[in-house]
């Protein structure tokens, strides 16, 4: 069964750094691109970033820079470090993967951005 449990969200000040992270349940994850995406009140759920299996990432440009996805596939987890955070960075955050076409999601961690 596949199982993602994303933590490390929080109450930061504008401004401040949170890292996220995403643990994957058995080793077949490394093979597939990981994604994160958030959803704010009253939005729809949005793409942040991704990291492809060779470890490439890409991220919306909302977040270009400020943002660095990366992987650790021995322990099968994917990371989301955030810096420099905005009031407009506030969602629930959630780890994605693709698998034979169907869409596997995390629980969500809220990340809240005060000004």
């Known amino acids: 069964q596949v199982q993602l449990v994303e933590s490390g969200g929080g109450l930061v000040q504008s401004g401040g750094s949170l890292r996220l992270s995403c643990a994957a349940s058995?080793?077949?994850?490394?093979?597939?691109?990981m994604n994160w995406y958030r959803q704010a009140p009253g939005k729809q759920r949005e793409l942040v970033a991704g990291?492809?299996?060779?470890?490439?990432?890409n991220y919306v440009d909302a977040v270009e820079g400020r943002f660095t996805i990366s992987r650790d596939n021995a322990k099968n987890t994917v990371y989301l470090q955030m810096s420099s955070l905005k009031p407009e960075d506030t969602a629930v955050y959630y780890c994605n993967v693709r698998i034979m076409m169907n869409d596997y999601w995390g629980q969500g961690t809220q990340v809240t951005v005060s000004s």
């Open positions: 990291i492809t299996a060779s470890g490439t990432p």
């Open positions: 058995g080793s077949i994850f490394r093979f597939y691109t």
